[in-house]
């Protein structure tokens, strides 16, 4: 028997949604989950269903809830619902709640030619200044001119004031409510290329610059706040309140803790997002970061600089798929542990070019330092330790741009079960790094801010003591080869490549 009051939580992701109810400890006691499909086109386009995207949402929630309800957990005992989300991906739909054309996804690469048309027009710098973004395909404001320009059912709605925009949290929402609720949180709207981060609400001169004044927009509120109610079509007796919706980054990084400045949280995944509390202002980065809004709960806004790496396991994975240097990933600690440094090899991994803080996108990637000396255990010590180095290289430029001292790094993700990457990257960082060990934890930051309207979690203080107790990797005193070694990597990034390597 399941006693107490418990909070559900949906994350939305690209593949599928996971569905966790909590409890008032911020413990799991039941799960659910459905994959989800997505359309890859010619041309860079990537889309999904937006039915198929509300349906996944229910199916995921019914096998929840059928979980929790084994267990002897009692429905009425869920009070409340949180919702985290794929960010960038949208959906259009009609007045009476049709969708215009297929959600797109935030992969997608449509609008590439619109941002340098964007670029062209000297608009990038009124972006920057006014959303904290680039005018880059990955927000979802540039899909939508693209859409506006080339789409006719779309361009036709837009100019008749019959097109309503919204994150796959709105779209939600909507559904999930009948058309009751038209809403966002701060984060969401964060990411759109419409919002203005100093007025917290849209920015009319963007839109009317983007050619999209017909569009609607929904209202915006804070990330924990009261969105409406909804029995999942039917699945739950009677309504709950839906009381939290963030982007699925930026609850990863409520989840973890980075309730306050110096924070941060980097995903440890095929790439990386790496996410810096940076306080109550926001801050423009010089170095390549974006400005976001990390978190929003009642009059509190905290603001934070995210960095993207594109490649960090990626690596390893091509390093075993295309080389056969390994068969399993977990050789690669014992086959890095080998060798007492990488012998001078480094690899940069610019397979897509270099992210945040270089931004050079042509750049190939590169295995430079090799010599008659070097062996394949050189050569995946030096593609283990490009991942720490990179996290570091977003870490400086982060407390460059703000002033703003790391405190500590949180850690999720996949590649945390490697004990060499996360020991190098607390002494590189000379700070603590924290490892949850828990797959859903975007789920859980949902949890948190849902619950801290419920009142489920009292405040920030308790929900402090729940994300404390987790084992920290300190640095280690005598790091000085790692320093020498991350100097080199410096050298590695700036240098001309000299063994050039392309898809």
């Given at each position: 028997?399941?006693?107490?009051?418990?909070?559900?939580?949906?994350?939305?992701?690209?593949?599928?949604?996971?569905?966790?109810?909590?409890?008032?400890?911020?413990?799991?006691v039941?799960?659910?989950?459905?994959?989800?499909?997505?359309?890859?086109?010619?041309?860079?386009?990537?889309?999904q269903?937006?039915?198929?995207?509300?349906?996944?949402?229910?199916?995921?929630?019914?096998?929840?809830?059928?979980?929790?309800?084994?267990?002897?957990?009692?429905?009425?005992?869920?009070?409340?619902?949180?919702?985290?989300?794929?960010?960038?991906?949208?959906?259009?739909?009609?007045?009476?709640?049709?969708?215009?054309?297929?959600a797109?996804?935030?992969?997608?690469?449509?609008?590439?030619?619109?941002?340098e048309?964007?670029?062209?027009?000297?608009?990038?710098?009124?972006?920057?200044?006014?959303?904290?973004?680039?005018?880059?395909?990955?927000?979802?404001?540039?899909?939508?001119?693209?859409?506006?320009?080339?789409?006719?059912?779309?361009?036709?709605?837009?100019?008749?004031?019959?097109?309503?925009?919204?994150?796959?949290?709105?779209?939600?929402?909507y559904?999930?409510?009948?058309?009751?609720?038209?809403?966002?949180?701060h984060?969401?709207?964060?990411?759109?290329?419409?919002?203005?981060?100093?007025?917290?609400?849209?920015?009319?001169?963007?839109?009317?610059?983007?050619?999209?004044?017909?569009?609607?927009?929904?209202?915006?509120?804070?990330?924990?706040?009261?969105?409406?109610?909804?029995d999942?079509?039917?699945?739950l007796?009677?309504?709950?309140?839906?009381?939290?919706?963030i982007?699925?980054?930026?609850?990863?990084?409520?989840?973890?803790?980075?309730?306050?400045?110096?924070?941060?949280?980097?995903?440890?995944?095929?790439?990386?997002?790496?996410?810096?509390?940076?306080?109550p202002?926001?801050?423009?980065?010089?170095?390549?970061?974006?400005?976001?809004i990390?978190?929003?709960?009642?009059?509190?806004?905290?603001?934070?600089?995210?960095?993207?790496?594109?490649?960090?396991?990626?690596?390893?994975?091509?390093?075993?798929?295309?080389?056969?240097?390994?068969?399993?990933?977990?050789?690669?600690?014992?086959?890095?542990r080998?060798?007492?440094?990488?012998?001078?090899?480094?690899?940069?991994?610019?397979?897509?070019?270099?992210?945040?803080?270089?931004?050079?996108?042509?750049?190939?990637?590169?295995?430079?330092?090799?010599?008659?000396?070097?062996?394949?255990n050189?050569?995946?010590?030096?593609?283990?330790?490009?991942?720490?180095?990179?996290?570091?290289?977003?870490i400086?430029?982060?407390?460059?741009?703000?002033?703003?001292?790391?405190?500590?790094?949180?850690?999720?993700?996949?590649?945390?079960?490697?004990?060499?990457?996360?020991?190098?990257?607390?002494?590189?960082?000379?700070?603590?790094?924290?490892?949850?060990?828990?797959?859903?934890?975007?789920?859980?930051?949902?949890?948190?801010?849902?619950?801290?309207?419920?009142?489920?979690?009292?405040?920030?203080?308790?929900?402090?003591?729940?994300?404390?107790?987790?084992?920290?990797?300190?640095?280690?005193?005598?790091?000085?080869?790692?320093?020498?070694?991350?100097?080199?990597?410096?050298?590695?990034?700036?240098?001309?490549?000299?063994?050039?390597?392309?898809?």
């Amino acid at each position: 028997m399941l006693n107490g009051s418990f909070v559900l939580a949906i994350d939305q992701g690209t593949s599928s949604t996971k569905t966790v109810i909590f409890n008032e400890k911020g413990k799991v006691v039941a799960r659910g989950s459905e994959p989800l499909h997505t359309t890859y086109l010619d041309g860079g386009l990537v889309e999904q269903d937006p039915q198929e995207i509300y349906e996944n949402v229910l199916a995921s929630v019914a096998k929840c809830v059928a979980d929790f309800t084994a267990k002897g957990g009692r429905i009425e005992d869920i009070r409340s619902c949180g919702i985290s989300n794929q960010r960038e991906t949208f959906v259009l739909w009609d007045r009476v709640g049709k969708p215009l054309h297929q959600a797109v996804v935030w992969q997608c690469k449509r609008s590439t030619a619109v941002c340098e048309q964007l670029r062209a027009a000297g608009l990038e710098e009124m972006i920057r200044q006014k959303t904290g973004l680039l005018a880059d395909p990955y927000f979802s404001g540039s899909k939508v001119i693209w859409l506006n320009l080339y789409n006719e059912v779309v361009k036709t709605a837009i100019a008749q004031g019959n097109a309503f925009f919204g994150t796959v949290d709105t779209w939600l929402l909507y559904r999930l409510t009948d058309g009751a609720a038209y809403l966002t949180d701060h984060t969401n709207a964060s990411r759109t290329l419409f919002f203005n981060l100093e007025t917290l609400s849209w920015d009319e001169e963007l839109i009317l610059s983007f050619g999209l004044d017909g569009l609607h927009l929904p209202d915006i509120q804070p990330s924990s706040s009261h969105f409406g109610a909804t029995d999942f079509g039917g699945l739950l007796p009677g309504a709950v309140p839906v009381t939290a919706m963030i982007g699925d980054s930026h609850a990863a990084a409520f989840g973890e803790g980075c309730f306050g400045p110096g924070i941060a949280k980097a995903t440890l995944g095929t790439g990386s997002s790496i996410l810096m509390n940076i306080g109550p202002e926001p801050k423009p980065s010089q170095q390549g970061m974006v400005t976001t809004i990390g978190w929003s709960a009642g009059d509190r806004v905290e603001y934070a600089l995210e960095g993207v790496i594109v490649t960090c396991g990626a690596t390893i994975e091509w390093l075993k798929t295309n080389f056969g240097l390994f068969n399993d990933v977990r050789e690669t600690e014992p086959m890095a542990r080998s060798v007492s440094d990488s012998g001078g090899v480094y690899l940069v991994p610019a397979f897509s070019g270099l992210g945040a803080p270089h931004w050079d996108m042509n750049r190939k990637a590169s295995i430079t330092g090799l010599t008659f000396n070097s062996t394949k255990n050189h050569i995946v010590r030096a593609a283990l330790e490009s991942i720490p180095f990179q996290i570091k290289d977003v870490i400086v430029a982060m407390e460059s741009d703000t002033g703003i001292a790391l405190q500590e790094l949180k850690i999720d993700g996949g590649l945390t079960s490697n004990s060499f990457v996360v020991q190098m990257l607390a002494d590189l960082l000379e700070k603590p790094v924290v490892n949850l060990g828990f797959p859903e934890v975007s789920a859980l930051g949902a949890a948190y801010l849902s619950g801290l309207c419920s009142g489920v979690y009292p405040d920030i203080d308790y929900l402090q003591k729940l994300s404390a107790g987790h084992s920290s990797i300190l640095p280690n005193a005598a790091n000085e080869a790692v320093k020498a070694s991350y100097r080199g990597w410096q050298e590695a990034v700036g240098a001309a490549p000299q063994v050039y390597i392309t898809h």
